[in-house]
């Protein structure tokens, strides 16, 4: 299985961010470069919910061109999408899966249903899905 890796910083902005949009879903898109063993998140775009909803969101069309374009200058490729939930579990719901047409792409789920924030990475395909080996990871903890 491939290893997504994201380094902590990358992480806590996620998570920060989420949480100053709850009630409603956050989102936004991952850039990053394959490695060897799969792939690693270099940069974390925060993008608009067009939908401003507590279950589903819409990525703002706008400013996901200015991400692509950002992500060009620096080098970086697309590598999927990361959403919120605010309260329900971090994996896909039947909406996230019929919206999930990239079987390339790696879909992150951050859950805010409780106190302590979940991660999870996922590849979605025909309906399918499976969860990615996602690492965060710092300077002193590497795995
Ligand atoms: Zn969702």
Same mark, same amino acid.
């Given at each position: 299985?491939? #290893?997504?890796?994201?380094?902590?910083?990358?992480?806590?902005?996620?998570?920060?961010?989420?949480?100053?949009?709850?009630?409603?879903?956050?989102?936004?898109?991952?850039?990053?470069?394959?490695?060897?063993?799969?792939?690693?998140?270099?940069?974390?775009?925060?993008?608009?919910?067009?939908?401003?909803?507590?279950?589903?969101?819409?990525?703002?069309?706008?400013?996901?061109?200015?991400?692509?374009?950002?992500?060009?200058?620096?080098?970086?490729?697309?590598?999927?999408?990361?959403? !919120?939930?605010?309260? !329900?579990?971090?994996?896909?719901?039947?909406?996230?899966?019929?919206?999930?047409?990239?079987?390339?792409? !790696?879909?992150?789920?951050?859950?805010?249903?409780?106190?302590?924030?979940?991660?999870?990475?996922?590849? #979605?395909?025909?309906?399918?899905?499976?969860?990615?080996?996602?690492?965060?990871? !710092?300077?002193?903890?590497?795995?």
């Amino acid at each position: 299985m491939a #290893i997504i890796r994201m380094r902590d910083h990358l992480y806590d902005e996620i998570v920060n961010y989420a949480k100053e949009h709850l009630p409603e879903e956050a989102c936004g898109l991952l850039a990053g470069v394959e490695t060897g063993e799969g792939r690693e998140i270099r940069k974390v775009y925060f993008l608009e919910n067009k939908d401003h909803a507590e279950d589903h969101f819409t990525l703002d069309p706008r400013d996901q061109i200015n991400a692509i374009r950002d992500m060009r200058a620096n080098g970086l490729k697309p590598l999927g999408n990361w959403h !919120s939930h605010p309260s !329900s579990p971090s994996r896909p719901s039947v909406e996230d899966i019929r919206l999930a047409f990239d079987s390339k792409a !790696s879909y992150l789920i951050l859950s805010l249903m409780a106190d302590y924030p979940v991660l999870n990475s996922f590849h #979605i395909e025909g309906g399918e899905w499976t969860k990615e080996d996602l690492r965060i990871y !710092s300077e002193e903890y590497y795995f």
